[in-house]
């Protein structure tokens, strides 16, 4: 107490400080100076830092561990060399206390969490040791391409995306016990029968594994050609010109067999010829679930 404002020294009277608080000290011996509002400084007593009689640095059954988020976590363990009290921190300035004992839970917290844990004994505290838990978020599905033809020989690809380059693996079953591609973002099969082909892809990133999702490829059956009323109609010279006739579904009339110029859609052509001597062929298709017929 004395004339404000009073100032501490630790070092001799080098330099003062307002709070009279020291904080991470060396062990050592620290002579005390106080200075009032005056200048005037006195000092006749010495500040003895020693931790000789503080317990060692308890020790740990591992040091770090990682997980998935939402897995079962191990506790952690903690083994005093002496007869003291283990505490349990989050923050290297060792305070709040969050736990005491041998054993603590982790929080299940997704990213890095450092846990100090000490000895106290006789109101001393060892070092810290540590042990640092690591739990990695669930990396959501692959992003799928579903895709959709019609049948030929042509060998298919399947596409899923995940958040790492080639990091997909695929499935046939919704278990998720028949692999049949592994870190990759295709699949290539050779089916070629119509039918719906089913898949489930996964992604891993950092070691956890994401939720499924499926992927189809559906194949089409190329339909037949269409019905026709009459392959071949004739008509006199003068006489209405008959419409010509096609039974199907989403039928399409073309002027040639390569079946690019298109002429009509619908199931009645009308053809519109009238002169004498016409002689024409026509070509007709039909359609079904975008799978084009022969003619």
């Not at 009339?253 to 298109?262: F, G, V």
Request: proline share 7%.
């Amino acid at each position: 107490s004395g004339f404000a404002t009073l100032g501490y020294s630790i070092d001799e009277g080098l330099s003062f400080e307002s709070d009279g608080s020291f904080e991470n000290l060396s062990n050592g011996n620290y002579p005390v100076r106080v200075k009032n509002g005056y200048g005037c400084v006195v000092g006749d007593s010495t500040l003895v830092v020693s931790n000789g009689d503080a317990p060692p640095t308890p020790t740990v059954t591992y040091d770090s561990k990682v997980y998935c988020d939402g897995a079962t976590l191990d506790p952690m363990e903690g083994t005093a060399l002496e007869s003291g009290v283990l505490y349990w921190y989050t923050s290297p300035s060792l305070t709040p206390i969050i736990g005491t004992g041998t054993q603590l839970v982790p929080d299940n917290i997704v990213g890095t969490t450092t846990y100090y844990v000490t000895e106290n004994q006789d109101s001393c505290e060892s070092p810290p040791a540590t042990v640092t838990i690591t739990i990695n978020a669930i990396p959501d599905a692959p992003e799928v391409f579903n895709e959709t033809v019609c049948e030929g020989p042509t060998a298919h690809n399947l596409t899923a995306v995940g958040d790492v380059a080639d990091n997909v693996n695929w499935y046939s079953d919704v278990p998720l016990t028949n692999i049949v591609a592994l870190n990759t973002n295709t699949y290539n099969f050779n089916a070629i029968n119509p039918a719906v082909y089913q898949y489930y892809v996964t992604q891993e990133v950092n070691g956890c594994v994401s939720p499924a999702e499926a992927i189809s490829l559906t194949i089409y059956a190329v339909p037949d050609a269409p019905t026709v009323t009459n392959a071949s109609v004739e008509a006199c010279f003068g006489d209405p010109t008959p419409d010509l006739e096609a039974s199907g579904t989403n039928i399409t009339w073309y002027r040639d067999a390569a079946l690019t110029d298109t002429l009509h859609s619908g199931s009645t052509y009308s053809t519109g010829e009238v002169a004498a001597g016409t002689n024409k062929t026509y070509y007709v298709t039909q359609n079904e679930n975008g799978c084009e017929s022969t003619y």
